[in-house]
C-alpha cells in the first residue's frame, strides 16, 4: 500500500508541502442531492418556505462554504478561489433537489475539497430552510463527479466501475 501523503515519520498527522509543484489551471466539479417529502419540495418551488428563497440562500451558503473550506477541514490548504458556481436541479418527480458546485482557482494544489464542502453546505442550507416542514429530508450522494489539473491529471467519476466502492 502506498505510504499516507498526510502523515508525517513519526506517524502523526501534517499539511502536505505543496510547495514544490507547479500551478496549473485546476477545476473540480461535485455533485449531490436532498431528497424530501413532496409537499416539501411544492413548498421550494412555489416559494412558500417562510425563511425565504430556499436555493438563493443554498447558493451563497455553498459559495461561503467552498470559500471556508480550509477553516473546516483540518488539513486542506487555504487557497485563493477564482470561481465558485452552484446549480440546483429540482427533480419533482423523484421529490429531490439535485446540485452541483463547480470550484475553479490557478494554484498549486486542486479545489476537490471545495467543491465538495460547496454541495455540502448547499444541502445543510436546504434543510435549514425547510426542516420546520420536514425533518426527515435526507442528504446523500456527494461525491466528486470531475476534476481537471494538477500532477494526476482529469478525473471523471464513473459509476459502471464499482471495483473500488465498498457495498
Excluded: W
Amino acid at each position: 500500500m502506498e505510504r499516507l501523503t498526510h502523515i508525517n515519520d513519526q506517524g502523526y498527522a501534517k499539511m502536505v508541502d505543496v510547495s514544490e509543484k507547479e500551478e496549473s489551471m485546476r477545476e473540480a466539479v461535485a455533485k449531490g442531492s436532498i431528497y424530501m417529502k413532496q409537499e416539501t419540495i411544492r413548498a421550494v418551488i412555489e416559494g412558500k418556505i417562510k425563511k425565504g428563497d430556499v436555493l438563493s440562500v443554498a447558493q451563497i451558503g455553498g459559495i461561503m462554504g467552498a470559500k471556508s473550506t480550509s477553516d473546516i477541514i483540518p488539513m486542506c490548504h487555504n487557497i485563493n478561489i477564482y470561481g465558485a458556481d452552484l446549480d440546483f436541479k429540482i427533480d419533482e418527480m423523484s421529490c429531490k433537489i439535485d446540485i452541483t458546485a463547480t470550484v475553479k482557482t490557478v494554484g498549486l494544489t486542486g479545489v476537490e475539497m471545495e467543491a465538495l464542502t460547496a454541495v455540502s453546505v448547499a444541502a445543510l442550507t436546504i434543510y435549514d430552510m425547510c426542516k420546520a416542514i420536514d425533518k426527515e429530508m435526507v442528504i446523500s450522494n456527494i461525491h466528486l463527479f470531475k476534476k481537471i489539473g494538477g500532477k494526476s491529471g482529469e478525473f471523471n467519476f464513473d459509476l459502471s466501475n464499482k471495483k473500488n466502492i465498498c457495498s
